[in-house]
């Protein structure tokens, strides 16, 4: 019994356990290369969505400044700046917001006033509201590639939409 016990405990010790360093680099350098080629298709699929996701927001904050200028009977001055941010606020000042957008993604800037009728301007002093839509274009920060662009028009009558 003594024998055996011996001959399997010399056995393993023999066996080598695990990789060695040529086999991990040559793993390590095998998966430095799939994510180095799926990296473009990854960055685009990331600003796809971003593009996406502020046309979604902008709607929804649009139709927000919207209802709050007619159901509160206040101007609602709604922006967007060159720092791409949103900027919501009330005539009479008691509720403003500001929102912070991708940087990843461009958004012409923008200043829109919803009036208490309904209808849009470019400005609260303005007794004359406009016949002009406004349009809000969404495209990437860093690339010109016009697939990736999308729109939202307001029309003079408050009326909001996807192009």
Do not use: C
């Amino acid at each position: 019994m003594r024998i055996l016990i011996r001959y399997w405990t010399n056995k393993n010790v023999n066996k080598q356990a695990g990789l060695s360093l040529v086999e991990m680099l040559i793993i390590i350098s095998i998966m430095a290369i799939i994510v180095s080629l799926s990296y473009p298709s990854l960055r685009g699929f990331l600003t796809e969505k971003d593009i996406v996701t502020t046309r979604i927001t902008i709607n929804q904050t649009l139709n927000h400044a919207k209802h709050l200028a007619r159901s509160r009977g206040v101007f609602t001055n709604y922006q967007i700046n060159d720092a791409n941010e949103i900027i919501l606020t009330t005539s009479d000042n008691q509720i403003t917001k500001k929102l912070k957008l991708s940087n990843r993604i461009k958004v012409n800037p923008i200043n829109l006033v919803f009036r208490p009728s309904g209808t849009t301007s470019s400005s609260i002093s303005s007794n004359i509201p406009n016949t002009a839509d406004f349009t809000i274009t969404i495209g990437a920060a860093e690339t010109h590639d016009t697939t990736l662009v999308e729109s939202v028009s307001v029309s003079s009558t408050g009326a909001i939409a996807t192009l």
